[in-house]
């Protein structure tokens, strides 16, 4: 493999080429940690992480960590991609778009323009929705007409200069640049994953546990790339048999010879698509809902003025539970320096009769308490001993 690579460099053309593609990922990388002027960027990722469940963490592994910190990438090449799928299921519905794409390069050429102000208009969108449904979450403080047209103007420049980016990669670079953009932003978010993992599971064990944790979950990782792997080179072989047919005096033909046809041949659309539209509810709740801003802020002006609280946390399976979840908190109760007493309390149905008599739909109804494993994990990730 290092040979290979050697091999490369030693290649004008691809030398040229590589130097040019990590130029443009230094570029995107740097595009990434640029924050939106007039957000507040910290109070933005102390929201993420306390209010944000699945819907918000999916969008965010895609950009690479910008929609967390709220950078000018933060819709990062997603309106491209959607862009990019709608138009060509149009082609199938629209005649003109399936002349269009007949016509070679030059229709080739039509439907990328097309493309581009898709993916232009679907940016301008998103962003205008972010504006308002961030704004009224307070993430943009003092939201006015003028600030609500900067942050538009830059979430929607930001992903059009990645789709410009991308195409300049492919055209420039080496690959395919869209699919090179995704690939980065998915792999710069390994580092805190990997920190994750070993706060949650290795952090605090002796020395043979957390070993063992370490090794399972390295196997794991590995198992599942190498069954990645498998699943998408795997491929179905057709046998197709040619008759004999006579040519002159010699018999000719009869050879025998197969269709390779790809076992996975969708890849990640479908898983793609499915998140999605599951997480969509989620993420117009999220936005039009009321945060706990108030909450927060009461919490820090009480540790400003040193006044001793207790901190109790409702323990609710699949709303409240999530170790992502309770590792922000125990980091925000790490900031308060009046916090004695931290408790967890587990949720119960020891009340729904109320509900029942007052003839009101109980919301968390099908909820089950969680187990005492869920209860431990809780108390630990919460650090609840240390305040005792």
């Not at 862009?83 to 229709?107: N, V």
């Not at 969108?125 to 047209?149: C, H, T, W, Y």
């Not at 908190?329 to 308060?336: G, Q, R, Y």
């Amino acid at each position: 493999m290092f040979e290979t690579l050697k091999n490369v460099f030693r290649v004008k053309e691809m030398r040229r080429k590589l130097l040019y593609l990590i130029w443009m990922i230094f570029i995107i990388r740097i595009g990434c940690q640029i924050p939106v002027p007039g957000v507040d960027s910290d109070f933005f990722k102390q929201w993420f992480s306390s209010n944000a469940g699945d819907a918000f963490n999916f969008f965010d592994a895609f950009t690479g960590g910008s929609f967390e910190r709220m950078s000018i990438f933060a819709l990062n090449i997603t309106p491209y991609i959607t862009s990019s799928i709608i138009i060509q299921l149009l082609t199938i519905a629209i005649p003109a778009l399936e002349e269009m794409q007949r016509d070679g390069e030059e229709g080739r050429k039509k439907m990328t323009a097309i493309t581009r102000y898709v993916t232009v208009g679907l940016a301008l969108f998103e962003s205008i929705a972010m504006a308002i449904g961030f704004g009224r979450q307070g993430m943009i403080p003092n939201l006015d007409f003028f600030k609500g047209v900067v942050v538009v103007a830059c979430l929607t420049a930001g992903s059009a200069m990645l789709m410009w980016l991308g195409e300049r990669i492919t055209e420039k670079g080496v690959g395919n640049g869209i699919s090179i953009v995704l690939t980065i932003n998915i792999i710069s978010r390994v580092p805190s994953d990997l920190t994750l993992l070993y706060e949650n599971f290795i952090k605090g064990k002796t020395i043979a546990k957390g070993t063992l944790a370490g090794l399972i979950i390295a196997a794991v990782i590995l198992l599942v790339v190498v069954l990645v792997l498998i699943l998408n080179g795997a491929e179905r072989r057709i046998p197709v048999q040619y008759s004999k047919k006579m040519v002159g005096r010699k018999l000719m033909g009869g050879q025998s010879t197969n269709i390779p046809l790809k076992v996975n041949t969708a890849g990640v659309i479908p898983v793609i698509f499915a998140s999605s539209i599951m997480s969509f509810p989620a993420v117009i709740a999220q936005l039009t809902g009321k945060g706990n801003d108030n909450i927060l802020d009461m919490a820090k002006y009480l540790s400003t003025i040193n006044k001793p609280v207790w901190i109790r946390h409702v323990l609710v399976p699949g709303i409240s539970d999530k170790d992502e979840y309770l590792t922000e908190l125990d980091k925000f109760i790490s900031t308060l320096n009046n916090v004695k007493k931290v408790e967890v309390l587990p949720y119960h149905t020891l009340g729904v009769f109320k509900w029942e008599e007052l003839g009101i739909p109980y919301q968390l109804d099908g909820i089950n308490p969680p187990n005492q494993e869920r209860i431990d994990n809780a108390n630990k990730l919460l650090h609840t001993d240390k305040y005792r």
